[in-house]
């Protein structure tokens, strides 16, 4: 039988549809001349990241992922520097799917861009819907390049962290590039959140493991996630030492490790 084993359950990867609603970026934009947002560099993870809940991870998500609100825009791509899109027509933001572990916190989002246009930044952020059919809502301040920044990284905090895929929530980017030139030209787009442990239900699934025990919010994670099935009798014997064999069975299901036939 299994019992007790400290070890990160895997999340996994979910893809999101877009909201239908569109103009956050427009309805909150700042002055174009607005200084430019700094951030302190971080040590990041090379994301997504699928366990721990200490270090941040971050999914990289392409502007070219990214879609028009309508079919009248029109774009292209440039190499140099870097590759990016920029418009050649206007007409409203850009949409796309935010992709983080369900259950994972988003805490900030990065844009990588290259602005010399003194006349227009590029307005960006975060919002979120929640599923079925609520329409989205910002959940970070709009974020601008600034005045004539060049390319760099301009960063934008959600104010305050939201769950992806809690209770049908659905995250998205949105950009508005500002001009109809290469000199507002954006690259891709970075999501940075934090793992977590569910919080702990009201009920106990083992007699052992009663509510209010310092191990129950992670041995009901694990309930939660098929790793553990418990020792017999309704108890999981938390106590108990591992065995080897056991400890596979925590590890295999934990990490869904498999072999090709």
């Known amino acids: 039988m299994m019992r007790k084993v400290l070890f990160g359950a895997c999340c996994l990867l979910v893809a999101l549809s877009t909201g239908a609603a569109s103009g956050f970026a427009g309805q909150e934009a700042g002055s174009a001349a607005s200084e430019p947002l700094v951030v302190e560099p971080q040590a ?14 971050v999914a990289v998500i392409a502007a070219t992922q990214l879609m028009p609100s ?36 988003a805490l900030r989002v990065e844009l990588e861009a290259c602005d010399t246009d003194a006349a227009g930044a590029l307005l960006f ?39 992806m895929n809690n209770g049908g929530t ?56 098929g790793i553990t099935g418990g020792c017999g009798g309704g108890n999981y014997c938390p106590n108990d030492a591992v065995t080897r064999g056991q400890m596979a069975v925590f590890i295999a299901v934990a990490l869904g490790l498999h072999f090709a036939p």
């Not at 990041?44 to 991870?57: A, D, F, K, M, R």
């Not at 999501?191 to 919010?217: I, M």
Request: charged letters at 10%; one cysteine or more; a negative charge.
């Open 44 to 57: 990041v993870s090379q994301g997504p990241e699928t366990y721990g809940t200490l270090s941040e991870g």
């Open 70 to 105: 309508s079919s009248a825009v029109t774009f292209t791509v440039t190499t140099s520097p870097g590759i990016g899109v920029f418009e050649t027509s206007s007409s409203g933001d850009w949409w796309g799917e935010a992709f983080i572990p369900s259950g994972a916190l």
């Open 125 to 163: 952020g975060m919002a979120r819907s929640v599923s079925p059919g609520v329409s989205a809502a910002n959940i970070t301040p709009v974020g601008s390049t600034g005045a004539t920044p060049g390319c760099a990284f301009f960063p934008v905090a959600v104010t305050t962290p939201v769950a």
């Open 170 to 225: 659905y995250l998205h980017l949105f950009l508005n590039y500002g001009s109809t030139s290469a000199t507002n030209k954006a690259n891709v787009f970075r999501v940075f959140y934090k793992l977590q442990v569910s919080p702990a239900p009201g009920v106990a699934t083992f007699a052992d493991v009663p509510v209010g025990a310092a191990q129950h919010r992670f041995v009901e994670a694990l309930v939660a996630a």
